[in-house]
C-alpha cells in the first residue's frame, strides 16, 4: 500500500469514529407518577380487599395481595394500602372511589452491613446501598373514611440510574384490583 491510501484510509477512519461520536442518541423521557397524578385524581378500588386482624395495611404486587415476611421482591414495583388504624378482628374495604387530596414521594436509603468471616474480621463484600424510591397518594372518602393512603414503590441500585415509578408501572402493579383516574 502506498502511503497516500493509508494516509487517506486512516482519515476515513478518523472521520467515521468523529462524526459517530456526534450523532445524537435516541432518549426516551419517562414521566413519573407524581408528575401524571393530580390531587383530585381518583383511586378507584374495583375488588374487595380484607385486611387480616390487627393489621392496618395489605401489600400488592402484580395485581395480587401478598403477605408474609417474604412475599415481595422489594426490586419490583409494589403498592402497600394503608388504613387508619389496626383492628381486633378482620375487616374488608367494599370497592368504591377514593378522592387523592395529596401526592408525595421520597427517597428512603438501605445500607446494608458487609459480609463478614467470623473471627477473623475479614470484610468479604463491601457495604452495598439501596434507595426506596416511594410515591405516596393520600386519600380520603366520605364512604370508607377508614382508608388512609398508598404507597407505591420499589428498591433501586444506585448505579442503575434508580427514578420513581411511572403512572404505567402503578397501573401494571395493581392489575385489576385498582385504578387510578386522573379527572
Not at 491510501?5 to 486512516?10: G, H, Y
Not at 403498592?79 to 408525595?104: D, M, N, W
Request: hydrophobic fraction near 40%; include cysteine.
Amino acid at each position: 500500500m502506498n502511503a497516500f491510501v493509508q494516509i487517506s484510509w486512516l482519515a476515513a477512519l478518523l472521520t467515521t469514529l468523529l462524526l459517530s461520536g456526534c450523532r445524537g442518541t435516541a432518549m426516551t423521557q419517562q414521566t413519573y407518577a407524581y408528575e401524571e397524578i393530580k390531587p383530585g385524581a381518583t383511586l378507584v378500588l374495583r375488588k374487595a380487599i380484607r385486611f387480616p386482624a390487627y393489621t392496618a395495611a395489605v401489600n400488592i404486587q402484580d395485581g395480587e395481595i401478598k403477605s408474609g415476611l417474604f412475599a415481595l421482591d422489594q426490586y419490583h414495583p409494589n403498592c402497600r394500602l394503608e388504613l387508619k388504624s389496626q383492628a381486633h378482628e378482620a375487616r374488608t374495604l367494599q370497592p368504591g372511589r377514593f378522592t387523592i387530596y395529596k401526592v408525595s414521594t421520597y427517597i428512603e436509603y438501605v445500607m446494608r452491613q458487609p459480609l463478614k468471616v467470623a473471627g477473623w474480621g475479614i470484610n468479604l463484600a463491601s457495604s452495598i446501598s439501596d434507595e426506596i424510591y416511594s410515591t405516596t397518594l393520600h386519600l380520603k372518602s366520605a364512604q370508607q373514611s377508614e382508608v388512609e393512603l398508598m404507597s407505591c414503590q420499589h428498591w433501586e441500585d444506585p448505579s442503575n440510574y434508580p427514578a420513581h415509578l411511572s403512572l404505567g408501572q402503578i397501573q401494571k402493579t395493581l392489575h385489576g384490583l385498582m385504578t387510578i383516574e386522573n379527572n
